[in-house]
């Protein structure tokens, strides 16, 4: 019912689009695309693009546009996925076909079936989560009821969720998905249409109640109060409770005290942003699942330079895979090298050198007065030579700019101390874990 929706809404998020997009791109491009209804879910909307161009473009300029323009219309922000079509690949439905996929969608609610536990990275980060989730769903209601997974945008909450549902449907259980935005929705919805039995009766009547972001319940009363009894409804039934949100319960603004106290009756557990071990593994998998094929170098690359969550690696693997295949071009370390940087300028046009000192004085027992001098102390020395690098990797200034700041003689002088870096990095695997460390927690603030 939902998906079906969004494809009427795909028109509505056009005739919007039409508006803002210059007429040309418009019509190259935009018109162009299709609502691919079998590859969407709720909180992922793919669209075809009738040649790799139009879809590298789409997906580069575009796709958080087209998102935002969801996020009005629809309330919630799905991620935008661009593929390209290919007609010869179509093959006739049978009647039997449509019902067996029917009956399917309907039992799942809209699970994105790619969102398993066997899909799903484990790392220092998220280990926690992960069994968490793992155990209620071989024994539901026995070990934690309700249970709360909460951290940052994109750090891989909503895959658990799922991941949980998918395993669920497969044993037979009912479960019930749903996103806060679309509870409240779906709850004015009823009210205005004087059709609550309706709405209680999906929402009451599952094994798994499984509901994604709830810092986004609406703080209007009779919302809360809705949830507050299905909760207890279902609790006392012993139906298992997962929720998720980006912050801990007590952390979230307008939600009750009574709906805060019983999200915390039972098992609260947090995502951290993965380390970079984690990293390269979640990419490793993707290029896996994918079938992207880079190398070690590359994957280590793409692991160091973004920092922010894993939806943000995946669009950078997206990026590198169109690219390719739209120029038809190997992928070496330099086109991703150079695929990648305008995103990383972009990501990270705030951040300064000054920061950056006062980071790395911090971390490691100096004064930012003593890097900015001229000191031949080794401790001194070692602190700069980290300024340098991460001032290159992370600040836009040019290389002229960060000679002159640190009265050094010329850009080439700038240029020696990063090869001498570079080699530093890669025989002391100390030093570069302080450098990722330094990188992570400058970014982070961003
Ligand atoms: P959140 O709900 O926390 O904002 P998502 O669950 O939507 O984040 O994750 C964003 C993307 O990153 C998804 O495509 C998801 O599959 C992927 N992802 C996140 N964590 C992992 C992980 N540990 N292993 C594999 N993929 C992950
Ligand atoms: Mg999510």
Redesign the pocket.
């Known amino acids: 019912m939902y998906l079906k929706g969004e494809k009427v809404i795909f028109d509505l998020v056009k005739n919007e689009l039409k508006k803002s997009v210059p007429n040309d791109e418009f019509s190259r491009y935009i018109s162009q695309l299709t609502y691919a209804e079998d590859e969407s879910f709720s ?1 992922c909307v793919c669209l075809n693009a009738p040649n790799p161009y139009i879809a590298a473009w789409v997906q580069t300029k575009y796709a958080s546009k087209i998102a935002g323009t969801f996020q009005e219309l629809n309330g919630t922000t799905p ?1 935008v996925i661009i593929k390209i079509k290919h007609p010869r690949a179509r093959t006739v439905i049978s009647a039997d076909d449509i019902l067996q996929k029917e009956i399917k969608t309907a039992k799942s609610t809209l699970l994105n079936p790619s ?1 398993t536990f066997e ?5 220092r980060s ?1 280990d926690l989560a992960f069994s968490v989730a793992k155990a209620v769903c071989e024994n539901p209601d026995v070990l934690y009821n309700p249970v709360f997974i909460h ?10 969720l799922q991941a949980i549902g998918n395993a669920a449907v497969k044993n037979n259980k009912h479960v019930i998905y749903s996103t806060c935005d679309q509870f409240t929705n779906e709850f004015i919805f009823h009210i205005n249409n004087h059709s609550m039995e309706r709405f209680r009766d999906k929402y009451r009547h599952c094994d798994f109640f499984l509901i ?1 972001d709830v810092q986004f319940l609406s703080t209007r009363e009779s919302t809360q109060e809705e949830f507050f009894n299905t909760f207890n409804d279902l609790h006392n039934d012993k139906k298992q409770i997962v929720l ?1 949100a980006d912050k801990n319960p007590k952390l979230i603004a307008g939600l009750e005290e009574r709906l805060k106290s019983r999200f915390m009756w039972g098992m609260i557990a947090d ?1 951290q942003r ?1 380390d970079l071990e ?1 990293k390269i593994a ?1 990419i490793k ?2 290029c896996e699942i994918d079938q992207i094929k880079i190398s070690d170098e590359i994957v280590n690359y793409i692991a160091t330079i973004l920092e922010e ?3 943000e690696i ?1 669009g950078a693997l997206i990026r590198i895979r169109a690219y390719a295949n739209m120029l038809n071009q190997a992928i070496t370390i330099d086109f991703v090298k150079d695929t990648l940087k305008d995103y990383i300028k972009e990501k990270h046009e705030n951040i300064t050198i000054e920061e950056i000192i006062t980071t790395v004085a911090k971390e490691l027992n100096c004064k930012p007065s003593e890097i900015r001098s001229k000191s031949r102390t080794a401790r001194i020395v070692n602190a700069r030579r980290m300024v340098i690098f991460l001032a290159h990797k992370l600040t836009q200034n040019s290389m002229r700019v960060i000679a002159e700041y640190f009265e050094m003689k010329d850009h080439s002088a700038v240029s020696h101390s990063l090869r001498t870096i570079s080699q530093i990095i890669a025989s002391d695997a100390g030093f570069k874990l302080k450098i990722d460390e330094l990188s992570s927690k400058i970014t982070s603030v961003h």
């Open positions: 909180d991620q969102y899909s799903f990275v484990i790392g998220n951290g940052g945008v994109g750090l891989g909450k909503t895959h658990l994604d998720t995502i993965p984690t979640i998998k993707k969550n894993i939806r995946e």
